[in-house]
């Protein structure tokens, strides 16, 4: 099993900036894929990013430019740098890891981004 506790949400005017973290714990062997899924009232939940164990980054058009995927080489923690908010970033995110072809996730934390 895997366990993922996200932290960093919370409230911030438009144009500002918020970073997530996700402190992963458990069996991490094996991971090799972490990333970012968000989640916002009525919609369906979409990857923010992605960085693989490799280093390889992947972001959705949407956030392309502001948003900074990072993980440390232990595969323990994963950030997102998320700047130049917008108030359509308002959303729960998420940290997921894929680990032998299965997810899982955390609980999430809230966004907030007011115009």
């Known amino acids: 099993q895997v366990q993922l506790v996200e932290s960093g949400g919370g409230w911030v005017q438009a144009g500002g900036s918020l970073r997530l973290s996700c402190e992963i714990s458990?069996?991490?062997?094996?991971?090799?894929?972490m990333g970012w899924l968000r989640q916002a009232p009525g919609n369906l939940r979409e990857l923010v990013a992605t960085i693989s164990s490799g280093g390889r980054t992947n972001y959705a058009d949407s956030v392309k430019g502001r948003f900074t995927i990072s993980g440390d080489n232990d595969k323990k923690t994963v950030h997102l740098q998320m700047n130049s908010l917008k108030p359509e970033d308002t959303a729960v995110y998420y940290c997921y890891v894929e680990r032998f072809q299965r997810q899982y996730w955390g609980q999430g934390t809230q966004v907030t981004v007011s115009s």
């Open positions: 458990g069996s991490i062997f094996g991971i090799n894929v």
